[in-house]
């Protein structure tokens, strides 16, 4: 109970300071604009319709037949200028006056500005103002706090000398509360926006602390009657801030309505009347966000749903009696606060910051709310859940129309990446070990595929990071080895050494391969799919030849099998860079030529036993004769003759 002291006493206070701040505000602009002089507004306002007069004058003339040359045109006189003007209010515009000559056809002149006369506006003694001031306004402002004062104070002495009961009591804040709404309503027409706004705050605020004493503290009467008053209390403000149009008074009313569940709670699991007021009371919100296209309200009402849910969740949850109502109250939540965001976007309405993210936490936290709940007895309903959610958010971009600017582009970038999280995500929740790998590398391929024949900058980058898991995964967790290049290891890398290409092959294939952000990407792919294929034959080679010798020679028949693997690798690359004229594919060889003379200079002449040692510098000078060979004879056809 000391818990809400600290929530209910705060806001009290809060409101009745924003009161008071917001009326002292409200005197300075009053003050700024009484400074602004009234005759000079009035002068600029007569000389606007002057002109304006003039102007319609010249409009509706009609046109004049062309002079002849020898006639002489008689200026028109100049229009009368209005006297000045004296204090007081602006006097209708002046008629003009316009002398045309005898000539039928006079050109017409359109007179100049109007010169501007001289006001003196009479200044009215400063102590006439700063009495007004000090009798007509402090001393009124200073009155009613200082019977605010009293009656507070009355009312505690009251209190503690129990000459008011609690009855009285709950009845007096009751009465004042509801003072309060009719009292901020005339201070709204007198023209004090904020003070009112202000007071009507106070008097909710007031409201809620009688209704929670009188069925919590004094237990006057039942939580269902106190349950039902703030809820009372909640519409009328509402409704109060839908008839000024006022989104404060609206963030009161919502902050009361969440307010409420506390306020009136036994202490009980009361799922069912809990999450079904949520229900209301948020859809309540979303249909106040939808007519007046309040932004605050969206974060308060999303924000205050999660915490009750997660909250009773931390209390109350079991699952062997909640699981099933506990699941499709989650689902309704989430298609609560899916829904505005969605049809915005299909109606093409502007999506602001507040909808986008509104769209991806409320995604994401059914998503937790899922995997909390079902994770890890129920995985194939996890999994479809997650592939249903993949297929929704794919629906949702389908629909939403295209256009090329970027804010229209942005709500198909966030669903699309909301629909790919989804499918990554069911991957490792179903499958295990390298399965999990696999089904990365394959879809990854499948994203880059999709991007580069449609959405380009939207999936490719996603296709790569599965790309890069994949990698890591290999290399971390290798599957088992076996029989060569017949085993798991030897096909997960096969697999993925074929996704690359097959990436490799849409990027070639696509329009514009020959942009400078696309050929970095297809070297990018060259390379891993080189790099890869190089690194599971080399596996193979080296377990391969590992069985087939005995002691000590079979660590010589290792490295020599390397040596003279990777020298043929290179050879092959390097045929393959000269016949599709692939810079690319002759670098990469010539590199791996330099990686391989290294290895032979530094290690095998060391280590390496006499015959294989001249195995090993027999095939790797035969390969570095045959490439200089064909780059002397390049040269040789490029020479200018």
């Not at 963030?251 to 009361?270: D, R």
């Not at 993925?496 to 990018?524: D, M, V, Y």
Request: proline share 7%; charged share 10%.
């Amino acid at each position: 109970m000391y818990q809400l002291y600290f929530i209910l006493i705060p806001l009290f206070l809060a409101g009745s300071i924003i009161a008071f701040i917001a009326y002292g505000a409200l005197n300075r602009l009053e003050s700024l604009l009484k400074s602004f002089p009234p005759n000079e507004l009035a002068f600029r306002l007569q000389q606007l319709e002057q002109k304006l007069a003039q102007l319609q004058k010249i409009v509706n003339a009609p046109p004049s037949e062309p002079s002849p040359p020898w006639a002489t045109p008689t200026q028109p006189a100049p229009p009368p200028l209005a006297a000045p003007v004296p204090p007081g209010p602006p006097p209708q515009p002046a008629k003009e006056a316009f002398t045309t000559s005898a000539a039928p056809a006079a050109p017409r002149i359109i007179p100049g500005p109007v010169p501007r006369p001289s006001l003196s506006v009479p200044a009215e003694p400063s102590h006439v103002d700063l009495e007004a001031l000090i009798g007509g306004r402090w001393f009124n402002r200073i009155g009613i706090i200082a019977l605010l004062f009293a009656v507070s104070y009355f009312l505690k002495l009251a209190f503690d000398n129990h000459w008011i009961g609690p009855a009285g009591r709950v009845t007096i804040g009751i009465l004042l509360g509801a003072l309060m709404l009719p009292w901020s309503q005339w201070l709204l027409s007198r023209g004090y926006s904020y003070f009112a706004e202000g007071i009507a705050g106070l008097g909710e605020a007031t409201l809620f602390v009688s209704v929670w004493a009188g069925c919590q503290y004094y237990t006057l009467f039942s939580r269902g009657t106190g349950f039902a008053a703030l809820v009372l209390v909640t519409i009328v403000m509402a409704a109060l801030a839908l008839w000024r149009d006022s989104p404060r008074v609206a963030f009161l009313s919502l902050l009361g309505g969440l307010l409420t569940p506390a306020l009136v709670s036994s202490g009980k699991n009361e799922q069912l009347v809990l999450f079904s007021y949520l229900l209301c009371l948020g859809a309540a919100a979303l249909f106040i966000i939808w007519r007046k296209n309040w932004q605050l309200l969206v974060p308060l009402a999303f924000v205050g749903t999660q915490l009750y849910f997660w909250q009773w969740y931390d209390t109350f949850y079991s699952r062997a009696g909640f699981l099933d109502r506990t699941l499709i109250f989650a689902t309704l939540f989430y298609f609560l606060y899916a829904v505005l965001p969605i049809v915005r976007a299909l109606r093409q309405l502007e999506l602001r910051s507040m909808d986008l993210l509104l769209a991806f936490f409320n995604a994401l936290v059914y998503g937790v709310s899922l995997y909390v709940l079902l994770w890890p007895d129920d995985r194939w309903p996890l999994t479809l859940l997650f592939l249903a959610l993949a297929g929704a958010h794919l629906l949702v971009t389908s629909l939403l129309p295209e256009s090329g600017s970027s804010a229209s582009a942005l709500p198909r970038l966030l669903y699309t990446f909301l629909a790919v999280s989804f499918f990554t995500f069911a991957v490792p929740i179903r499958l295990e070990h390298n399965a999990i790998t696999l089904a990365f590398a394959v879809e990854g391929t499948a994203l880059v595929w999709i991007g580069f024949r449609s959405l380009g900058a939207l999936l490719r980058p996603v296709g790569y990071l599965l790309f890069v898991i994949t990698a890591f995964r290999l290399l971390e967790e290798p599957p088992a080895a076996g029989t060569f290049l017949f085993n798991p290891r030897f096909g997960s890398y096969f697999l993925f050494i074929a996704c690359l290409g097959f990436s490799l092959w849409s990027a070639r294939g696509s329009s514009n391969a020959k942009q400078t952000g696309r050929r970095t990407e297809l070297a990018c792919l060259a390379i891993a799919t080189s790099f890869f294929t190089l690194f599971a034959l080399s596996l193979e080679f080296w377990d391969l030849f590992g069985r087939v010798a005995a002691g000590r020679d079979h660590y010589l028949a290792q490295h020599l099998s390397i040596s003279i693997f990777w020298t043929c690798y290179a050879a092959l690359l390097l045929a393959l860079g000269i016949q599709r004229q692939s810079p690319i594919l002759r670098w990469q060889a010539l590199f791996l030529l330099g990686i391989v003379v290294a290895k032979v200079f530094l290690f095998d002449l060391s280590f390496l036993a006499r015959a294989y040692r001249i195995l090993s510098f027999f095939i790797l000078g035969s390969a570095l004769l045959a490439v200089s060979f064909f780059y002397q004879r390049k040269l040789a056809r490029n020479r200018p003759h």
